[in-house]
């Protein structure tokens, strides 16, 4: 296991590395190989040695690279045994002696690049929400905390959106668990249409979902989530059920001691927006089929989050 985890971390420091410098590093392995194979007696073969600049290539830049490195490093190897001194080799024979080392490195090639997308489909598998195809709970934790750490260290503004569908259990209980579904992969349709391509969506579980927008305050925030609103509400129109939603806004200050607390205050205002709602009494009858009524929550932005961020602040 240590073994296994050291070889993550090697290759997830690897693949931070510019493509061009990776690619020259391959290069420089196989010339680098060929010319010590050269030098070295025909009894001790360094040539094997070229797996490592096929496997860096067909992992960190894609299938055709690590082909045509497989080639390269064929051809390499097939020159240094041709030049060596010490071997003499038929001509009819070097075709055949090039196509068995071609076919070597090719395999190892597909066998790395299969390996690696069967790696990536597992981490998407993850960090995706199944049934929405959003990030998932763990996933939005690991881009809030680096968003977080940028905005502590910037002074960036950083602000949360929270929300969830008004009595989705009673949605379930009348019109079934499918119909709920459908709901919330409308929901998340909608948000992942409607915010900026810098925006963090995740569907966090249940009925909950939240919004990221880093480097928009609280101002501009609410515009976005008006505009959130208006493309939920046409999502969700399109089905045959009655269904309300809430946002709670959250702008990131110094005060917050984490991630956890700036959720629990978006969290807070969206609770404030169902007991405001409450209170005011919604005596609507129950939600029939064919109607459309969608309720927000963007105007009640909490108090404690309405000011812009800055560096130091506390």
Do not use: C
Request: proline share 4%; hydrophobic share 50%.
């Amino acid at each position: 296991m240590p073994l296994r985890r050291g070889s993550a971390r090697v290759l997830g420091r690897l693949e931070g590395v510019p493509k061009p410098v990776v690619a020259a590093g391959a290069v420089l392995l196989v010339a680098g190989i060929a010319i010590l194979d050269w030098f070295t007696p025909i009894q001790l073969s360094l040539a094997v040695f070229h797996v490592i600049p096929v496997f860096l290539a067909a992992w960190l830049l894609g299938r055709r690279a690590g082909l045509a490195f497989a080639t390269v490093a064929a051809v390499s190897w097939l020159l240094a045994d041709a030049l060596h001194p010490e071997v003499t080799t038929a001509l009819r024979l070097l075709a055949w002696d090039l196509a068995t080392k071609v076919l070597f490195f090719v395999v190892i090639s597909e066998l790395v690049h299969a390996l690696r997308k069967a790696r990536d489909l597992v981490h998407d598998e993850a960090r995706t929400d199944e049934l929405t195809g959003l990030l998932n709970r763990r996933a939005f934790y690991e881009r809030a905390e680096e968003e977080i750490g940028w905005a502590r260290r910037s002074g960036a503004p950083l602000v949360l959106a929270y929300l969830d569908v008004d009595d989705f259990k009673g949605v379930n209980d009348r019109f079934g668990h499918e119909t709920g579904d459908l709901v919330l992969v409308a929901l998340g349709r909608a948000l992942s249409r409607s915010v900026r391509a810098a925006d963090v969506v995740a569907r966090l579980g249940g009925d909950e979902f939240a919004v990221l927008f880093p480097d928009a305050d609280a101002e501009a925030t609410t515009a976005l989530a008006a505009q959130l609103e208006t493309a939920v509400a046409r999502e969700l129109g399109t089905l045959e059920v009655t269904i309300g939603f809430s946002i709670g806004l959250a702008s990131w200050t110094a005060s917050f001691e984490g991630l956890d607390d700036f959720l629990r205050s978006a969290d807070s205002g969206m609770y404030r927006v169902k007991s405001r709602r409450k209170g005011e009494g919604d005596d609507s009858p129950p939600p029939d089929p064919g109607s459309s009524r969608v309720t927000d929550g963007l105007s009640d932005v909490p108090s404690r989050t309405a000011s812009r961020p800055r560096r130091g602040a506390g």
